[in-house]
Each structure stands twice: as C-alpha cells, then as structure tokens.
C-alpha cells in the first residue's frame, strides 16, 4: 500500500522560507514522477514542481524562481523549499507520486497517490 505523508507547513512571515517534506512508503516502482501542488480556498488545485527517477526536475512558470523540488532515489522523501514567500503562496500543500510521462507539473495531475495535504500561511 502506498501512502504519502507531508510535513513542514505551518505560518511565516512575507519573504520568509519554508521547506516541505512529503514521506513516501510502500512504492516499489523503479520510475515515477513525484510531484507537488497547492490548492487555495475557492481556488483550483494549481501544480508546482515535478521530479522524475532520473532527477529531472519540471516547475510551473508562476513560481519556478522561488521553490526548488528534489527528491532521493528511492523515492522515500521528496521536498519542496519555498522562498520568498507572500501571502498569496498561502495553501494546503499536496504532495503526489505515480507512472506517468511526460513528468511535468501539468500532467502530474494524473497522479496515482496523493498525500493528505499541509497547511502553509503566509502573513505579517
């Protein structure tokens, strides 16, 4: 049974950094694409980075000066650093793994597994 678990959200200030944490069990697969989103209130789920299991990594335009994913070659943990936060990176932060190619933020919406989600707020 896969299960993917995020830790390390939380509140911070405007311009601080947070860094994300997402465990992985029971995923056997060779090749993968990991992935992270966030999802907004009243928003729809928006994908952030992608990683594949040959360390390729994939960034959506709106935030790829500011986060930078990684991952070891298990999988067992994929991260996220985020920087220079502000109020709108204000979410619930998913992390997602599955077999898919190309391996991109768009189509790691075709994700077999997703975590339950962390919280992440951004205010003075």
């Known amino acids: 049974q896969v299960q993917l678990m995020e830790s390390g959200g939380g509140s911070v200030q405007p311009g601080g950094s947070l860094r994300l944490s997402c465990s992985i069990s029971?995923?056997?697969?060779?090749?993968?694409?990991l992935a992270w989103f966030r999802q907004a209130p009243g928003k729809e789920r928006e994908g952030l980075a992608a990683?594949?299991?040959?360390?390729?990594?994939s960034y959506a335009d709106s935030v790829k000066d500011r986060i930078t994913i990684s991952a070891d070659g298990a999988p067992n943990i994929v991260s996220l650093q985020l920087d220079t936060l502000n109020t709108e990176d204000s979410a619930i932060y998913y992390c997602?793994?599955?077999?898919?190619?190309?391996?991109?933020?768009?189509?790691?919406?075709?994700?077999?597994?997703w975590g339950q989600g962390t919280q992440v707020t951004v205010s003075s």
């Open positions: 997602a793994a599955g077999s898919f190619w190309p391996c991109t933020p768009h189509f790691a919406q075709n994700s077999n597994y």
């Open positions: 029971g995923y056997t697969y060779s090749t993968y694409c």
């Open positions: 990683i594949d299991n040959e360390g390729k990594a």
